[in-house]
Each structure stands twice: as structure tokens, then as C-alpha cells.
């Protein structure tokens, strides 16, 4: 199959790129630098530079595709973060229909279910609204959790304060996925035959905050690592003296009420995977550990 990427060589588009490659499709990926290119060849695949603001670029990218995997990558210096993921998601559609593509797996995240009240997640609710208006094109949504990837933020807050904390309680729940784990799901259902608009969870494991301060901890030679639960305004105030901009900072502390509500795992947990992914949280920590 022909095959075009979104995603550029991020931590779910690189390896999903290597399966495809491996298993003989021909594989194209976008990215809007320019130096990514030679990369992208090494790897055995057809560069695409341009930018996803423009449709007409990513018409001709996506025409001839027999399918093409989509996500919204973020931008943290959007004046809007929830217009701007749902403006790139109608690019994308725009291009589909154009394009005449037939077949799309999108990346998704948990709680995409809901209109709001979820941060950065609802943008990515508004692109499956978008995308169910397409007709005659059989889509996957791939609503993933919390990426163990997110934890590379805490590394200064674990250096110097040495804590680990958000807006949420030690005893909530985290719903979590190792991207690899994404990348594999993807690649399944890029050369499955689905048909049709639908949703497929997955996820590598679940664990508490605690839970998870503590496995990391003990990764890195800090067993005593505490989770601390910052109240809305602690949170936002700390985000904003890191240097996120407020628009984005915002976003990630409603995220966190949603997290400390439960509201994001309803709808998970009618449609729960069978299996879990490969890789469970006491391995991305040894990943942790190397880099920390």
C-alpha cells in the first residue's frame, strides 16, 4: 500500500513509519522541516515538507494514499489552542475530500468523547466531529491516554524540589500509554480492512499518581520520591513561571480537574481494550531513568 504519514519523525510516527516500511508499503511522512528530510530517506521513506496550514499542500501529499494517519501536533503559541487544533483538523478534512483519500487512522485522545471541559483534549474532540461530516471514508479514531512521554516535564521539578505533583490527587487515577504502543496499534489497523466511522481505546497501563511517583522513583534512586497534589492556582502560577505560555497553561490545569473528576475515563471504561499494550510503566521507567 501506498501509505502517507502525519507527525514528521515524533515518538508515534518514526516507529510506526519503520513497521510499515518493514513490512514492504510504501510509506511517505510529512513535516514541515525541511531538515528532517535525509532522515526521513534514511528510514526508507518519501519526505513531504510543507506545512499543515496549507490545504493545498496537503491535498497533493495525501493524494494517491491508500491511507494516511493523522494527528494534530501541538502548538503552545496558539492565541486559541482549541480553534487552532480544530482549524487543522478541518485542513485535514479538506484535503481527505480533495484527495480523494478512503481510508484514515486519526490519533485521538481519551475524553475526545466530551464537548469541553478537558483542556487541550476538547481540540481533538472538535477534529472528530470534523472528520465524522466525510463521507465514502472509512475512518479509525485512536483515542490514546496520558503518553508516559508527559513525564520528561517533571524532570526539573523532581531536581529541584524533588517532588512530583499536578492538580490532581496521589489516590486518582492515570490512564496511560507508551507511544511505541500507539505506534503498533496504528500500524495494525492501517493494513486492517475496517470500515465505516469508529473509536478504538488503547492503552499500556493504569496506575495512581502515588504509584506512579513511586515506580519512578525507585527507577532513578529516589524511592522516597512523594507525589504532592497543587491546588488549580499553584499549578497554573507554576506553569506559568516555567515559561508555558498562559494560553497553554490554561489548558493543562483544566486537563488536571478533568484528571481529578474522572470524567476523562467514562467513556473509556464502557469500551475498555481486551489487552493492554506491551510495555507497562515499570519498563518506561528504566527509559526514564536513562535519561534522566
Known amino acids: 500500500m501506498k501509505i502517507t504519514l502525519l507527525g514528521s519523525l515524533g515518538n508515534i510516527s518514526k516507529p510506526l513509519a519503520i513497521q510499515l516500511i518493514k513490512a514492504g508499503h510504501q510509506v ?162 492501517i493494513q486492517n480492512d475496517f470500515t465505516g466511522h469508529t473509536v478504538r481505546y488503547l492503552v499500556s497501563d493504569e496506575r495512581t499518581p502515588n504509584e506512579a511517583a513511586a515506580v519512578l522513583g525507585a527507577a532513578i534512586g529516589k524511592p522516597e520520591l512523594p507525589w504532592v497534589e497543587f491546588t488549580d492556582e499553584q499549578a497554573l502560577n507554576g506553569m506559568l513561571q516555567g515559561g508555558l505560555p498562559a494560553e497553554m497553561a490554561r489548558n493543562f490545569v483544566e486537563m488536571g480537574t478533568a484528571v481529578r473528576s474522572g470524567i476523562l475515563w467514562q467513556h473509556y471504561d464502557a469500551h475498555k481494550p481486551a489487552t493492554f499494550g506491551s510495555r507497562n510503566f515499570e519498563s518506561f521507567a528504566q527509559e526514564f531513568a536513562a535519561a534522566f
Open 28 to 189: 511517505s511522512i510529512i513535516s514541515s522541516d525541511a531538515n528532517k528530510a535525509a532522515d526521513i530517506e534514511a528510514l526508507g521513506a518519501k519526505p513531504k515538507i510543507g506545512s499543515i496550514t496549507d490545504v493545498a499542500f496537503l491535498t497533493g501529499a495525501f493524494t494517491g494514499a491508500d491511507a494516511i494517519y493523522t494527528m494534530v501536533p501541538p502548538s503552545y503559541n496558539a492565541e486559541n489552542f482549541r480553534q487552532h487544533v480544530g482549524g487543522i483538523g478541518k485542513n485535514y478534512a479538506e484535503a481527505i475530500k480533495q484527495a480523494g483519500v478512503t481510508r484514515v487512522v486519526n490519533l485521538s485522545s481519551i475524553g475526545a468523547h466530551l464537548d469541553g471541559g478537558t483542556g487541550p483534549i476538547a481540540g481533538l474532540h472538535d477534529v472528530e466531529q470534523i472528520f465524522s461530516k466525510l463521507e465514502n471514508v472509512a475512518i479509525k479514531h485512536l483515542r490514546a491516554p496520558f503518553f508516559y512521554v508527559n513525564f520528561y516535564g517533571n524532570v526539573d521539578l523532581i531536581k529541584h524540589q524533588g517532588i512530583l505533583g499536578a492538580n490532581y490527587p496521589g489516590d486518582a487515577r492515570l490512564v496511560m500509554v507508551h507511544p511505541a504502543d500507539i505506534a503498533d496499534i496504528a500500524a495494525e489497523e
